[in-house]
Nanobody, 121 residues
Framework: QVQLVESGGGLVQAGGSLRLSCAAS????????MGWYRQAPGKQRELVAF???????NYADSVKGRFTISRDNSKNMVYLQMSSLKPEDAAVYYC???????????????WGQGTQVTVSS
């Protein structure tokens, strides 16, 4: 079983910064792609950013140049540094990890519990 624990959400003024963290624990062989999604009220969950096991990154157009995703494989963690936050960035942010277990070798998709980000104008 794999557990994901998110932290770092909160209330910030427009133009401010927050750093989200997601820690994976449990029994697994490897972490593949890691990503952050967000869901605002009344909207569908959308991809914000992801990072591959090799370190390649991809961002939604709306956050390019403002958000940075990173990972620490030694700690089984993924981060999302958010800067120049806008009111439209407000949402519940979820981490998403592709987890590989050893036996049988399989990849599973795990979600964090979500952390609220509120941006005041």
């Amino acid at each position: 079983q794999v557990q994901l624990v998110e932290s770092g959400g909160g209330l910030v003024q427009a133009g401010g910064s927050l750093r989200l963290s997601c820690a994976a624990s449990g029994r697994f062989f490897r972490l593949n792609d890691m990503g952050w999604y967000r869901q605002a009220p009344g909207k569908q969950r959308e991809l914000v950013a992801f990072i591959t096991s090799g370190g390649s990154t991809n961002y939604a157009d709306s956050v390019k140049g403002r958000f940075t995703i990173s990972r620490d494989n030694s700690k089984n963690m993924v981060y999302l540094q958010m800067s120049s936050l806008k009111p439209e960035d407000a949402a519940v942010y979820y981490c998403n990890l592709k987890v590989v277990v050893a036996f049988p070798r399989s990849e599973y998709n795990y979600w964090g519990q979500g952390t609220q980000v509120t941006v005041s104008s």
